[in-house]
Every structure is written in structure tokens, then in C-alpha cells.
């Protein structure tokens, strides 16, 4: 590789080896740099190790950012599709293990050993344990000091991440990075992270932990039906993840332990059908057993339906048509799958991810104020945001 190469990307995540292969077959000579010992490790512990790197029903109603608009071009330039197309070629198998969202079906190590196959092929060079000690504008191209040296370049790609999962080695240098060449960067969070519970509902969860079980939860203008997890720290599985990205401190969570139902109807009738039936028994032939036992314990004990008068019905159905819980907190950084907020892009270019007035400085991925639900979408705004980027340099 020159001294000079025309392209340094900083992150060598999704988002910038699909940045550097696309720039590389595009006939740039590409440099990727990285803090990390090893390239893709978020790529290599999602999905329990096995990557849910798409959903093919990808839109841009999926993200979250301050400036909503600016995810469309790329999205509608390199959509799911493209992306399966890429990792057939390579004959990775995959599964569909709900309505549009891909996973590996044996390792997300097929998954990254395809991306660095392609960065080879492209004539990419990944040069890994390398810190970034500052970074300047140099005329026309940028200067880095690193711990490897000096080295100039015509562009600089930022694809960092977001501080989501710290022991990675995930930071906030590229938001340090974008402040440095006067960028905002909007207010970060963690996002599709679980929640953790005040002391009494906490040892209620502990009880309960492993249990799962399909609600539909609301807070704010989100609604997801999605399974909860009980967990020793709370409450998460995909519900909980998906509506930590409406929830702010102190929101109240409003949860369906019974999504669809009309609770008060459902007891009403099967008090007149089986006055004798046992309420624990209607509750466990609707709900994990578990979990039917423990709302038994909670609220009162059990007892034959028809010896329960309509008051108690309705409170009955309330707690399972409008459990109202108040989180208290979540678990942070330390699990959150993906950072909310990140460098504002209304000063970067939708369409080339330069950044108004210094073109030779680019932001790409998680790093940016685009955040998606969960489901794949995170890793198809990376490839696509890596892909838009890497075709413009």
C-alpha cells in the first residue's frame, strides 16, 4: 500500500469494509484502520453469533433520526436484495427465522470471511491495532497520525460506530471526530437495550427469568408485538428492545399479556361456560405456566370463576390487557445493540456522505443519527450506507 493511499476508512465494522471493497473494485487504492485486534467483531456476535444481516422489508419507516429524510437515497440505491445477491455468490446458507429477517444459518464467521474476502479481491489492505492519534485537514486530502505513523490521504471515511458495547472497543472517537471539524452530533442513548426493574418488580422478574411469552407493548407513539423475555435483570427479549427506542426515564410501559384479547369478555364468557374452572387454569392455557402461576401469587390467589364477581374480572383484565410497569432504567451501553443519536446529517450529503464543505471527510453507519429498529435493518443501513459512500470517493 503508498504512503498515500487515496482512501483511509477508519472501522473495519460493516459499515466500512462494504465502504472499502465497493471503493476498491471502484479502483481506489483503500486503507482500513482499526483500534480492534480483529476485523467485524460486532458482525461476529450478533444474532446469538449468527448475524441477522437483513431484513428484506427494508424502508426507511424503520430508522429513528432527528432528519428522517436522509436515509431514503442510499436505501432505495443498495437495497436487501443487492446484499443476499453479494452472499450467494459466496454460497453462504441462510434462514429466514421471521418474515424478512436473514440470518446465517451456522456462523457469522461465513458472513465476515466473505466481506474480507471481497476487501482482498477489491486490493483493500486492513491494517488492524492501529490507533488513531489526531486527524487534519491536509489541503485538498487529510492527515492521520497513527500509532503505525503518518499517513495522508485523499479521503477519510469515519465508520466507527456507535458506543453501544463497550468491551468490542466501541467509543465515541468519531463523535470526537465530527465536533473536531464542527459538526453537532445529536443526544446519544442507548437503544435496543433491555430494561432493568425496580427492587420489587426485579425479584418478581428473577423468579421468572427465561420465561418467555408474545405481548404487545406501547409507550409513547411505539407499539411493537413482539415476545418479552424474564430476565435475573428485568425484562427484555425483542419487545422490550424494540420499545426501548421510544422510552425515556421515568415513561411508563404499557404491556398486552394477552395481545388481540378482549381479557374482561374472554373471563366473562368462560365464567358462564365453566363456572367450576379454576382462574390459574384459564390463565395457564393462555399463558406460560409460569408466568400464569406467578399473576396467580401476585394478585390474590386462585379460586373457580364463579365465585369472582365482574369488579374483579375487570381488574383481572386490566392487568392483562394494560400491565402498566414503570422501568427503572435500562442495563446502558454494557448490552444496548445500537447507539440513538450519533453526528447530525444535515451537514453530510445523502448522497455521497460528505460533509458540506470538506468532501474529503465522510461518515458512514451506526456513527451517523440514523438508528434502526431491530430486525436486520442496522446491518442494511450499513451495507448500504458503505456502499453509497465507497461508490462517490
Not at 40 to 62: D, E, H, Y
Not at 204 to 230: I, K, M, N, Q
Request: charged residues 20%; neutral net charge; contains cysteine.
Amino acid at each position: 500500500m503508498p504512503s498515500s493511499p487515496d482512501v483511509v476508512v477508519i472501522g473495519a465494522g460493516a459499515a466500512g469494509l462494504m465502504c472499502a471493497l465497493t471503493a476498491g473494485y471502484a479502483g481506489r487504492r483503500v486503507l482500513v484502520l482499526d483500534h480492534a485486534n480483529k476485523a467485524g467483531k460486532k458482525i461476529l456476535m450478533s444474532g446469538g453469533g449468527r448475524c441477522n444481516f437483513t431484513n428484506l422489508a427494508t424502508t426507511p419507516a424503520n430508522f429513528f433520526s432527528a432528519n428522517p429524510h436522509f436515509c431514503i437515497s442510499a436505501l432505495k440505491r443498495y437495497r436487501p436484495e443487492h446484499f443476499v445477491e453479494l452472499v450467494e455468490r459466496h454460497g453462504l446458507e441462510y434462514v429466514e427465522k421471521a418474515p424478512g429477517q436473514l440470518f446465517c444459518a451456522h456462523s457469522a464467521k461465513e458472513l465476515l470471511a466473505i466481506l474480507l474476502t471481497e476487501c482482498d479481491w477489491a486490493g483493500v489492505e486492513i491494517r488492524l491495532k492501529t490507533a488513531i492519534e489526531g486527524v487534519e485537514r491536509q489541503g485538498e486530502g487529510m492527515r492521520l497520525r497513527t500509532s503505525d505513523g503518518v499517513i495522508d490521504t485523499g479521503a477519510l471515511v469515519v465508520a466507527t460506530g456507535g458506543l453501544s458495547i463497550p468491551t468490542l472497543g466501541a467509543s465515541g472517537f468519531g463523535y470526537d471526530l465530527a465536533r473536531q471539524f464542527g459538526l453537532a452530533v445529536t443526544e446519544t442513548r442507548p437503544a435496543l437495550v433491555p430494561f432493568t426493574l425496580t427492587s420489587q418488580w426485579k425479584a418478581r422478574a428473577e423468579a421468572l427469568a427465561g420465561v418467555a411469552s408474545e405481548v404487545a407493548v406501547r409507550c409513547r407513539d411505539g407499539h411493537y408485538r413482539e415476545p418479552l423475555l424474564f430476565t435475573h435483570r428485568g425484562l427484555s427479549g425483542p419487545a422490550m428492545l424494540q420499545i426501548s427506542s421510544y422510552w425515556q426515564p421515568g415513561d411508563e410501559l404499557a404491556i398486552e399479556l394477552l395481545p388481540g384479547v378482549d381479557a374482561f369478555d374472554a373471563l366473562v364468557t368462560a365464567r358462564r361456560e365453566s363456572p367450576r374452572r379454576q382462574l390459574g387454569t384459564w390463565l395457564a392455557e393462555r399463558l406460560p405456566k409460569r408466568l400464569a402461576q406467578a399473576l396467580i401469587d401476585w394478585h390474590g390467589g386462585d379460586g373457580i370463576l364463579a365465585e369472582r364477581g365482574n369488579a374483579e374480572l375487570e381488574a383481572w383484565a386490566r392487568r392483562l390487557n394494560d400491565w402498566r410497569l414503570k422501568p427503572a432504567g435500562t442495563e446502558g451501553w454494557r448490552t444496548a445493540e445500537v447507539t440513538m443519536g450519533g453526528v447530525d446529517t444535515r451537514a453530510i450529503s445523502s448522497k455521497t456522505f460528505a460533509v458540506e464543505g470538506l468532501p474529503q471527510l465522510r461518515f458512514i453507519g451506526e456513527v451517523l443519527d440514523v438508528t434502526g429498529e431491530l430486525g436486520g435493518y442496522n446491518f442494511q443501513w450499513a451495507w448500504a450506507s458503505g456502499v453509497a459512500c465507497g461508490n462517490a470517493l
